[in-house]
């Protein structure tokens, strides 16, 4: 087994129905998905999944933006899962992603990016922990 990253589709990507073409290309990129749910955060919950972005100006608009509609959290496995699952997404403004990424594809601004995906193995864990419990996980 390889190891895992957390990816989170966002509400503009599910409100838009963009759910299973997201998930269709996160498993044609060869990732497995070892937890997956549906579900809707508060805008303290979210507060807290964005913690370490508080001091940032734009955490306010974030929080209420990642409350405004149900999200798609995942935890992923694949050999060099972090690395890989950015490369698929792209940039996080999606003018500067790449053709062909999921970002490109299917974000609407830097804010509404379509999907989150985790920046080290460590926040994988932490983040995959926030969503998921160990019966949850296969
Ligand atoms: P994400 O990868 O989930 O991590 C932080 C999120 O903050 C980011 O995606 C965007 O949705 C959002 N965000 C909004 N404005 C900015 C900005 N100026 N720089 C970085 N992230 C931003």
Known sequence: SGNKTFTMIKPDAVADGNTGAIIKMIEEAGFKIIAMKK??????????????????????????????GPIVP?????????TDFRTLIGATNPANADEGTIRKLFAKSIEANAVHGSDSDENAAIEGSFFFSETEKF
Do not use: Q, W
Request: with cysteine.
């Open 39 to 68: 579900t809707l955060l508060t805008s303290e919950r979210a507060g807290e999944f964005y913690a370490v972005h508080k001091e940032r100006p734009f955490y306010g608009d974030l929080c209420k933006y990642m409350s405004s």
């Open 74 to 82: 995942m935890i992923l496995e694949k050999d060099n899962a972090v």
